[in-house]
T-cell receptor, first 110, second 112 residues
Framework: GQQVQQSPASLVLQEGENAELQCNFSTSLNSMQWFYQRPGGSLVSLFYNPSGTKHSGRLTSTTVIKERRSSLHISSSQTTDSGTYLCALLSNTGNYKYVFGAGTRLKVIA | DPKIIQKPKYLVAVTGSEKILICEQYLGHNAMYWYRQSAKKPLEFMFSYSYQKLMDNQTASSRFQPQSSKKNHLDLQITALKPDDSATYFC???????????FGSGTRLLVI
């Protein structure tokens, strides 16, 4: 089965609204990372967050190891936030290989 | 300046031909990776290298061969290209096997 499940698959927001993206893991977590994939395809690292809560501007990531999940909160969304958000898992069973979820496709409309 | 350089950005190839995708990283990382992203599929792990040695290979086909001539290079040679190989190929690097990744901007390959 899939090791990394992301929800929702897609999301449309009005500019200014908040969003909560979820990432659930079927295996024990060693570390995880959130990425933003631009519409053109390039990947930008948002957070490396093996545990706890991290903040960066309007973004907050919270990883709860015991519950095998991580969330990404986007506050006061902007049209430039549109794109795909990916989470990736590095499991306890092996290093040197992040496994990616299918992503959440976000569209923010003005 | 980009920290991971992938060349070329776009590549069109004829079925049956051979191509090499270039990846160089200037982050001083000791681990490098290749991932593939086909249309409407998640990013798929292909290979990982650490200190120029193969750590993991999840690619079933031997047509895909990584080549590491220098510690900051990990090229990907693809032989006998097929239309199903059409995808964007991403290179990434990290410091050690348990740390954050940095990705290159990808090479978009179309096999006709």
């Amino acid at each position: 089965g899939q090791q990394v499940q992301q929800s929702p698959a897609s999301l449309v927001l009005q500019e200014g609204e908040n969003a909560e993206l979820q990432c659930n893991f079927s295996t024990s977590l060693n570390s995880m990372q959130w990425f933003y994939q631009r519409p053109g395809g390039s990947l930008v690292s948002l957070f490396y967050n093996p545990s706890g809560t991290k903040h960066s501007g309007r973004l907050t990531s919270t990883t709860v190891i015991k519950e095998r999940r991580s969330s990404l909160h986007i506050s006061s969304s902007q049209t430039t936030d549109s794109g795909t958000y990916l989470c990736a898992l590095l499991s306890n069973t092996g290093n040197y290989k992040y496994v990616f979820g299918a992503g959440t496709r976000l569209k923010v409309i003005a | 300046d980009p920290k991971i350089i992938q060349k070329p950005k776009y590549l069109v190839a004829v079925t049956g031909s051979e191509k090499i995708l270039i990846c160089e990283q200037y982050l001083g990382h000791n681990a490098m990776y290749w991932y593939r992203q086909s249309a409407k599929k998640p990013l798929e792990f292909m290979f990982s290298y650490s200190y120029q040695k193969l750590m993991d290979n999840q690619t079933a086909s031997s047509r895909f061969q990584p080549q590491s001539s220098k510690k900051n290079h990990l090229d990907l040679q693809i032989t006998a290209l097929k239309p199903d190989d059409s995808a964007t190929y991403f290179c990434a690097s990290s410091q050690g096997g348990n740390s954050d990744y940095t990705f290159g901007s990808g090479t978009r390959l179309l096999v006709i």
